[in-house]
T-cell receptor, first 112, second 114 residues
Framework: KNQVEQSPQSLIILEGKNCTLQ??????????LRWYKQDTGRGPVSLTI?????NTKSNGRYTATLDADTKQSSLHITASQLSDSASYIC???????????FGTGTQLKVEL | ETGVTQTPRHLVMGMTNKKSLKCEQH?????MYWYKQSAKKPLELMFV???????ENNSVPSRFSPECPNSSHLFLHLHTLQPEDSALYLC?????????????FGQGTRLTVV
């Protein structure tokens, strides 16, 4: 069964600090992994997409890593801002059956 | 904005009401999706349309009825809903069906069934 597990469930950090969100996935056959940012009451917005051949991908202050051997991904946020407060969702895509498997998300709150 | 527009943004309806959610995409995509997002749960795929044809119904109760008149518009007709159907309903589109290409989400409709 395809699964995506994220940790922590929630996180509070001070503005300007860095943080790392974790994602463990069991998606087979694996095709790509995505990270989405979802502001409260809004739809998810894509941050990165990585295939199995990519180890890291950046989008501004967001850097995602992928370890296809251990089936782990992380999202690192640098110099956090108040606007980074959101839910971050990890999503695995399997080419077999064209399925997206969503994690439950990490709720990040950035405080002054 | 993502190019996918959903209306209304908020909806409160009684269990005996009939209402419809609307989704429109201006991206020229061929595939459109309905998702349900409940608190503390992952997004749940409900329906998939590809070139206006329904290609997936993920065991959704018949009180949810989708309609796709063309590749740019998608509706979700609601009738005799239950309180547990209260959730954020998200529409998405992608160039091709599945997840190989980027999916763009609308802002969602926050549905409350009373």
């Amino acid at each position: 069964k395809n699964q995506v597990e994220q940790s922590p469930q929630s996180l509070i950090i001070l503005e300007g600090k860095n943080c790392t969100l974790q994602c463990n996935y069991t998606v087979s056959p694996f095709s790509n992994l995505r990270w989405y940012k979802q502001d409260t009451g809004r739809g998810p917005v894509s941050l990165t997409i990585m295939t199995f051949s990519e180890n890291t991908k950046s989008n501004g202050r967001y850097t995602a890593t992928l370890d296809a051997d251990t089936k782990q991904s992380s999202l690192h946020i640098t110099a956090s801002q108040l606007s980074d407060s959101a839910s971050y969702i990890c999503v695995g895509f399997t080419g077999g059956g064209n399925k997206l498997t969503f994690g439950t998300g990490t709720q990040l709150k950035v405080e002054l | 904005e993502t190019g996918v527009t959903q209306t209304p943004r908020h909806l409160v309806m009684g269990m005996t009401n009939k209402k419809s959610l609307k989704c429109e995409q201006h991206l020229g995509h061929n595939a459109m999706y309905w998702y349900k997002q409940s608190a503390k749960k992952p997004l749940e795929l409900m329906f998939v349309y590809n070139f206006k044809e329904q290609t997936e119904n993920n065991s959704v109760p018949s009180r949810f009825s989708p309609e796709c008149p063309n590749s740019s518009h998608l509706f979700l007709h609601l009738h005799t809903l239950q309180p547990e159907d209260s959730a954020l309903y998200l529409c998405a589109s992608s160039q091709d069906e599945g997840g190989a290409t980027e999916a763009f989400f609308g802002q969602g409709t926050r549905l409350t069934v009373v």
